[in-house]
């Protein structure tokens, strides 16, 4: 059975870093692409960054220069590196794994930005 555990998230000061982890119990990691999603109360899921199983990555455009996707394949874990927080950055952050046809969530992450 494939779990990806998120772990990371929290309460954080406008202005401030969290890191977030992504643990796969996946076979052959580094054949997926790995990618950071975020859903805001009231509003649909949305793509933060991804990163390829080549390494190359892409972001949203209201996280670049602020967050870092990176994955570990050695120890099948992705990370996101998240710095310069804003209020707006409030959501719930969700791991995903995809090669085709395969495609699997992890349970989320809370991850809340305020004074």
């Known amino acids: 059975q494939v779990q990806l555990v998120e772990s990371g998230g929290g309460l954080v000061q406008p202005g401030g870093s969290l890191r977030l982890s992504c643990a796969a119990s996946l076979s052959i990691f580094s054949s997926y692409a790995m990618g950071w999603y975020r859903q805001a109360p009231g509003k649909q899921r949305e793509l933060v960054a991804i990163?390829?199983?080549?390494?190359?990555?892409n972001y949203a455009d209201s996280v670049k220069g602020r967050f870092t996707i990176s994955r570990e394949n050695a120890e099948n874990t992705v990370y996101l590196q998240m710095n310069s927080l804003k209020p707006e950055d409030t959501a719930v952050y969700y791991c995903?794994?995809?090669?085709?046809?395969?495609?699997?969530w992890g349970q989320g992450t809370q991850v809340t930005v305020s004074a």
């Open positions: 995903n794994a995809f090669r085709s046809p395969f495609n699997y």
């Open positions: 990163i390829a199983s080549g390494g190359s990555t």
